[in-house]
């Protein structure tokens, strides 16, 4: 992912085909050189904008990840080596604020090759809070319109336990810990009705936690999977979701994304 950024000046609302002309002369209804002159400048970034944002996207290189929604991750993200019809996502810390400051540890998934990621918010990102955030924050999201959308979710391990590094099993059962970041998985609320389903799951010295839910009345969608693990001084949370309609085409898929996820 590109960590390079271009600063846009914004555009003026206004403009005429004579804008680099401009009269001295000075008059009770005619605007002052200065008016002229601080138009003019205006009118001469704004055309400047409108070359910048008429460029194909792809052809922009070190586009930030938050304004990169209409490029396919396909187009830079490479073959995944399990599964060559995905593709790998393996966050760095040039991705987050959180993995620049070391708050959260590397994580990597698959995902299809032609969805985008999404912009995060920055009041949702932590990147206002870092270092020490206090309360859980959205580390990158991926969606596409037909099968759904996936994000990974952050949370402080002293919102969860006072034990430092604590592994998840030190935290509670899966059902302990989804009552507690269930809201960040549906976007809203979290009854233990939803709850459909837990595993749990070990690859080398990390445990994960699994959770099918079906959530009616959530923010994210109507079905969503979630894995969570602990690892350093955070939770880090990998949520799927999807409506009825993408859920019916996209179940293996968001199900394969969400086995795929580690830390």
């Known amino acids: ?10 555009a003026a609302f206004s403009t005429s085909s004579n804008s680099s002309k401009s009269s001295l002369k000075i008059s009770p209804t005619s605007p002052s050189p200065t008016f002229t002159h601080n138009r003019n400048q ?19 290189k070190g586009v930030p990840n938050s304004e990169a929604r209409e490029v396919e991750v396909g187009s830079y993200l490479p073959p995944s080596t399990t599964d060559p019809s995905f593709v790998l996502f393996k966050a760095s810390p040039k991705d987050t604020p959180a993995l620049r400051a070391g708050n959260v540890q590397p994580y990597q998934f698959i ?6 990621q999404a912009r995060v918010a920055n009041i949702l990102s932590g990147n206002y809070c870092q270092p020490k955030c206090a309360e859980p924050w959205v580390e990158v999201k991926f969606e596409d319109e037909k099968q759904g959308k996936v994000q990974v979710v952050a949370s402080p391990l002293i919102r969860l336990t006072n034990k430092p590094n604590a592994t998840i099993q030190d935290i509670g059962s899966p059902e302990k810990l989804i009552s507690s970041l269930g809201p960040f998985v549906t976007g809203n609320s979290y009854d233990p009705d939803e709850l459909l389903e837990t595993s749990v799951e070990t690859r080398g010295d990390q445990t994960y936690y699994k959770y099918v839910l079906e959530t009616p009345f959530a923010l994210t969608g109507t079905h969503n999977l979630a894995k969570a693990t602990a690892k350093g001084n955070t939770v880090v949370l990998f949520v799927a979701s999807a409506n009825d309609k993408q859920w019916q085409t996209s179940e293996k898929t968001l199900k394969t994304m969400l086995d795929s996820f580690q830390v």
């Open 1 to 10: 992912m590109a960590a390079a950024s271009m600063t846009l000046i914004p």
């Open 111 to 116: 995902l299809p090759p032609t969805w985008k």
């Open 42 to 60: 205006l009118n001469l970034r704004r055309d400047l904008l409108k070359g910048v944002l008429g460029l194909p996207l792809i052809l922009i």
